[in-house]
């Protein structure tokens, strides 16, 4: 093998390795998904079989809990969103400096650019599951007041 070919090769690796990683976040993030939404069909059930002289006041704190519920699984369901376009950008950015001997020094830039693009959108997936975090304890405040 030549050495410009193991270059190339050692180079395009350093993508693929945030392909991992980035897989890795989008399985922690999709299985925390299945359970918010579990918990949403469970608040829904009880809100329903809600009865007696405490159903009112349950309803409305299950009501509110699951509009806090809805937030939360559309601020996580961006954040996949994000780590899918992240990936795209890791795997483009491997292609693109495996390609690089071929397609001339540009494309070096052009790769830089797209692996950039991929770490902001690993940084907004970040920002969007602490926000969702966040929300989890408003949700976690109104199981608690509605012990009071």
Not at 7 to 30: C, E, H, K, N
């Amino acid at each position: 093998m030549e050495a410009a070919t193991a270059d190339v090769i050692s180079t395009a690796v350093a993508p693929i390795v945030m392909v991992s990683a980035g897989g890795l976040l989008f399985i922690g993030i999709q299985t925390k998904n299945l359970h918010l939404a579990d918990r949403i069909r469970d608040l829904t059930r009880e809100y329903r079989a809600a009865g007696g002289s405490d159903g009112a006041v349950r309803r409305e704190a299950i009501r509110a809990q699951i509009a806090l519920f809805e937030k939360r699984l559309r601020t996580s369901q961006h954040a996949l969103e994000s780590i899918y376009l992240a990936i795209f950008c890791f795997v483009a950015t491997a292609m693109l400096l495996a390609a690089a001997p071929w397609l001339g020094r540009a494309t070096m830039v052009g790769a830089g650019v797209v692996f950039t693009a991929g770490i902001v959108l690993v940084l907004a997936a970040i920002v969007l599951e602490f926000l969702e975090m966040r929300a989890g304890l408003e949700t976690v405040a109104i199981e608690l007041r509605s012990l009071k």
